[in-house]
């Protein structure tokens, strides 16, 4: 069982991984998206005109960057197994803001939304399987078998 668990893990792993990377290699792109959809609050305005300021990108640009950079660590992690929980933690919180502000099919027409709810219920999915990798964590002190198997 460890092995197939070790393989699922690499698996899943590589959504991140690849969607990091493509962040990265299309950074335009990805910053167009977030600039279409993130607006920065009012409370956070100084903030980014200061990492604007300090990197001489657009705040778009440098949140693609760091999220590009990210997906990619905690892709790493989770297949490495080394920080999984936390790495997973992390993940079903960016996951979230994910769904929230680019799958608002709560925001479209019933027909239109088809696609995107479809999105978000994947993601819905993916946040149910980092939930297992956290409770699951390394696994490897687990005193008791899971769900009764001998």
């Given at each position: 069982?460890?092995?197939?668990?070790?393989?699922?893990?690499?698996?899943?792993?590589v959504l991140?991984?690849?969607?990091?990377?493509?962040?990265?290699?299309?950074?335009?792109?990805?910053?167009?998206?977030?600039?279409?959809k993130v607006?920065?609050?009012?409370?956070?305005?100084?903030?980014?005109?200061?990492?604007?300021?300090?990197?001489?990108?657009?705040?778009?640009?440098t949140l693609?960057?760091?999220?590009?950079?990210?997906?990619?660590?905690?892709?790493?992690?989770?297949?490495?197994?080394?920080?999984?929980?936390?790495?997973?933690?992390?993940?079903?919180?960016?996951?979230?803001?994910?769904?929230?502000?680019?799958?608002?099919?709560?925001?479209?027409?019933?027909?239109?939304?088809?696609?995107?709810?479809?999105?978000?219920?994947?993601?819905?999915?993916?946040?149910?399987?980092?939930?297992?990798?956290?409770?699951?964590?390394?696994?490897?002190?687990?005193?008791?078998?899971?769900?009764?198997?001998?």
């Amino acid at each position: 069982m460890p092995a197939l668990i070790t393989f699922g893990r690499i698996v899943f792993a590589v959504l991140f991984i690849y969607s990091g990377a493509t962040n990265l290699f299309y950074i335009q792109a990805a910053a167009d998206s977030i600039a279409a959809k993130v607006t920065i609050p009012d409370l956070l305005a100084p903030y980014a005109a200061q990492l604007q300021t300090f990197t001489g990108m657009p705040t778009q640009q440098t949140l693609a960057i760091a999220a590009g950079g990210f997906e990619i660590i905690a892709g790493l992690m989770i297949a490495l197994n080394f920080g999984a929980r936390f790495f997973a933690i992390l993940l079903i919180i960016f996951v979230g803001f994910e769904t929230f502000y680019f799958h608002d099919f709560w925001n479209q027409a019933p027909p239109d939304n088809a696609r995107t709810l479809i999105d978000a219920l994947k993601n819905l999915s993916i946040i149910g399987a980092l939930f297992m990798i956290a409770g699951y964590g390394r696994g490897s002190d687990m005193a008791e078998s899971a769900y009764g198997d001998a």
